[in-house]
């Protein structure tokens, strides 16, 4: 089993749409969960740290579900600048790397 | 405050060269991760180092692969006699104690 696991996509949304992404880890011990945003061919970029409570930064809603081993991102009124592919991370688990999923790539239509 | 440098951002090799890749830190980071990403998969963590500490090389291939961080100047990822499977985007990144780590633009190694 893949240690951190994402439906590849693409996903195809118009702007202004609502979007959201799901993966699943397999480390039960895994200590830090994060959403991070990679361009094409560009490094990837913190976008938020995700916690059991949920948490909420402007347009984007992050959801941990430790029991389940799952995390969920859900982006509101989609911009085309919120194309890129989606990495589900997190850290722990007995390794001092981050450890990444393949990513979910989002492409925002006009 | 500079972001992590990388360099260089490409590099070509023919195999069995060598390919030396050089990463600064962001100023007052003192932790170093080297990771890779093949075409079409995910970043892999490679190596995890302080200053002139590797404090853990659970991902690194056993041969060819090392990695330094030294008391002055940049860490340095060093493949030797380099095969097209090496062929990929290496990242950098740094973070202050075990906080969030901050990528670099990455170097992108072809091996023809």
């Known amino acids: 089993r893949k240690e951190v696991e994402q439906d590849p996509g693409p996903f195809n949304v118009p702007e202004g749409a609502t979007v959201a992404f799901n993966c699943t880890y397999s480390n039960s011990a895994s200590q830090s969960f994060f959403w991070y945003r990679q361009d094409c061919r560009k490094e990837p970029k913190l976008l938020m740290s995700v916690y059991s409570s949920g948490n909420e930064d402007g347009r984007f809603t992050a959801q941990l579900n430790r029991a389940s081993q799952y995390i969920s991102l859900l982006i509101r009124d989609s911009k085309l600048s919120d194309s890129a592919t989606y990495l589900c991370v997190y850290s722990g688990g007995g390794a001092d790397g981050l450890t990444f999923g393949k990513g979910t790539h989002l492409i925002i239509q006009p | 405050n500079a972001g992590v440098m990388q360099n260089p951002r490409h590099l070509v090799r023919r195999r069995g060269q060598e390919a030396r890749l050089r990463c600064s830190p962001m100023k007052g980071h003192s932790h170093v991760y080297w990771y890779r990403q093949l075409p079409e998969e995910g970043l892999k963590f490679m190596v995890y180092?302080?200053?002139?500490?590797?404090?853990?090389e659970s991902g690194m291939p056993k041969e060819r692969f090392s990695a330094e961080f030294p008391k002055e100047g940049p860490s340095i990822l060093r493949i030797q006699q380099v095969v097209r499977g090496d062929s990929a985007a290496y990242f950098c990144?740094?973070?202050?104690?075990?906080?969030?780590?901050?990528f670099g633009p990455g170097t992108r190694l072809t091996v023809l």
């Open positions: 180092l302080q200053k002139e500490n590797i404090i853990d």
């Open positions: 990144a740094s973070s202050q104690s075990s906080d969030t780590q901050y």
